[in-house]
């Protein structure tokens, strides 16, 4: 028997609805409490006890970069460091890959995926702030001015020359990625395009490159007269994503004394942990703080609806979906979430819904134009 479109789409959402209140959720940052690829080497009196120390000893490494990568760097001194056997009880996954053993030595790279739950009760009871929620990814356009004259990918730019020297983690809550720097690059975007602002172009890059959020680092080699004519190097940011542009004057400066490069190498490495520190205290959980909202959801077809829970339930922040009523139309849904509505706002951000008040009353819209395909997404599953 065929449903007609009414009974059908009531159908689904009263099944969806009935699952509110206890989620099955998907991390918001994809697998932030995963570990892939880690190299692990030991040797001891035989391989049996070689693989077991090898073990032991990367599930521990591994725990260490989850808790660094979602904690902030002011508390990365007093994190946890827990015997080995809850070590092996916050595991939930271990996989392991191309292993290598000889008499007494084991190589191979561990696959480890960390409970969500058991971390979060871990961290909280050691009164650690976190952030659960991965950044979409961020491209950085270094421009270098110097004696007047600014460049991009004009050879001899110390700047994006530091950048290029960085090492980016890819595992990390805010990823940054560099252009090329190819001709392609070259005739898109030059060092007073971007410093001006330009939208259409900035715009053009960011979707060569397949992001909506690129990052102007202008640093700028000027000589202090005060301080006693030192040369300086300080760093403005300009922030463009699909909605505008905004500009944040950063305390991020760098004395240069003879070697200009490793000053630069600094700079690059504090703008990009600042943009991360930055990052994690917009999204730190707090769970102290729970509220709610009811949001009015615009719809086209019922597969919208379908993709609007689906990517509610990725957020590390929301706790709880209750669909109070649905149209062809619209549907309003009450939203349980963690922290105040503007960290919301940030966090649905990165599943392209958009959270917006709207002549007083919040509305929620699907971004991307199109619905998900079922199971479509990144997955880690674990009730909140």
Known sequence: MRLGGATALLAACLCAAA????????????????VAGLAVDASAESAVVARQQALRDGQRRALRR????????????????????????????????????????Y???????????????????????????????????PVFEKAGA???????????????????????????LLPLGD??????????????GDSARLGEIGQRYGVENVLVAHAALRIDLGAGGIPRVRVNLLKFTSRGSSTVISDHQVEVGEDLEAAMDRLARQVALGQEEDWKRRTLLTFD??????????????????AVRRRLARSAMVR??????????????????????????VSLAQRDLELALVDGFWELRLLGGEAEAPGRGDGETGKK
Request: without cysteine; hydrophobic residues 45%.
């Open 19 to 34: 699952a509110g209140a206890a989620l099955a959720q998907t991390s918001d940052a994809g697998d932030v409490f995963s």
């Open 66 to 105: 989850v808790l660094r990568r979602i904690t902030l760097r002011e508390d990365h001194a007093r994190l946890p460091d827990p015997d080995d056997q809850l070590v092996a009880q916050l595991v939930e996954t271990l996989g392991v890959d191309g292993e290598k053993t000889s008499a007494v030595r």
């Open 107 to 141: 190589l191979a790279r561990l696959n480890v995926r960390f409970n969500r739950m058991a971390m979060r009760r871990l961290l909280r009871g050691g009164n650690l702030a976190f952030s659960e929620t991965r950044a979409k990814p961020t491209l950085v356009l």
């Open 150 to 176: 600014v460049a991009l990918f004009e050879d001899g730019n110390a700047w994006r020359e530091a950048w290029g020297r960085l090492e980016l983690p890819a595992d990390t809550l805010l990823p940054l």
């Open 183 to 196: 001709l392609q690059d070259i005739t898109t975007i030059g060092a007073d395009t971007a410093l001006s």
């Open 289 to 306: 703080s729970e509220d709610s909202l009811s949001a009015r959801v615009r719809l086209r077809r019922l597969a919208d609806w379908l």
């Open 320 to 345: 709880s979906i209750a669909l109070q009523s649905i149209s062809r139309h619209d549907a309003q849904v009450l939203i349980g979430f963690l922290g105040d509505p503007d960290r919301l706002v």
